[in-house]
């Protein structure tokens, strides 16, 4: 199985912001993401457990710079070239404009991704396909 990262189905798109997501490639879901420096996901990961993304996310950064802000307070930023696990129970900034390779366990991620979409569409009326 396989397929192109411009080819994975919109999801969202506006102010720099493009979401792809592709459920059930094998049993997980592949994202191609790209993001402007500043998109902070905290407020929109509010009234999630903990207000934090609770999916496990595998995945690689092409270019950019992503801080992850875990459930105990601890940080970590992934940058260029990084491949990396995020386990349950953390929040994201994008330091710098991020393109982005995920993929997540599909039935936590719809939960969180359809969590963030609503928000991020809501504060920043961006465009839902």
Same mark, same amino acid.
């Given at each position: /199985? #396989?397929?192109? #990262? &411009? @080819?994975?189905?919109?999801? /969202?798109?506006?102010?720099?912001?493009?979401?792809?997501?592709? #459920?059930?490639? =094998?049993? /997980?879901?592949?994202?191609?993401?790209? /993001?402007?420096?500043?998109?902070?996901?905290?407020?929109?990961?509010? =009234?999630?457990?903990?207000?934090?993304?609770?999916?496990?996310?595998? *995945?690689?950064?092409?270019?950019?710079?992503?801080?992850?802000?875990?459930?105990?307070?601890? @940080? &970590?930023?992934?940058?260029?070239?990084?491949?990396?696990?995020?386990?349950? *129970?953390?929040?994201?900034?994008? &330091?710098?404009?991020?393109?982005?390779?995920?993929?997540?366990?599909?039935?936590?991620?719809?939960?969180?991704?359809?969590?963030?979409? #609503?928000?991020?569409?809501?504060?920043?009326?961006?465009?839902?396909?």
């Amino acid at each position: /199985m #396989k397929i192109n #990262k &411009e @080819e994975i189905p919109v999801i /969202m798109s506006g102010s720099g912001t493009v979401l792809r997501s592709q #459920k059930h490639l =094998g049993k /997980m879901t592949a994202s191609y993401n790209e /993001m402007t420096a500043g998109t902070d996901f905290g407020p929109h990961l509010r =009234g999630l457990k903990k207000d934090h993304c609770h999916c496990s996310h595998y *995945g690689a950064v092409l270019e950019g710079t992503l801080l992850i802000t875990y459930d105990n307070g601890e @940080e &970590e930023l992934i940058k260029d070239g990084d491949i990396f696990y995020i386990p349950p *129970g953390h929040s994201a900034k994008v &330091e710098r404009d991020l393109k982005i390779i995920v993929f997540s366990t599909t039935k936590e991620h719809t939960e969180v991704l359809n969590h963030v979409v #609503k928000s991020i569409g809501e504060l920043n009326n961006m465009t839902k396909i």
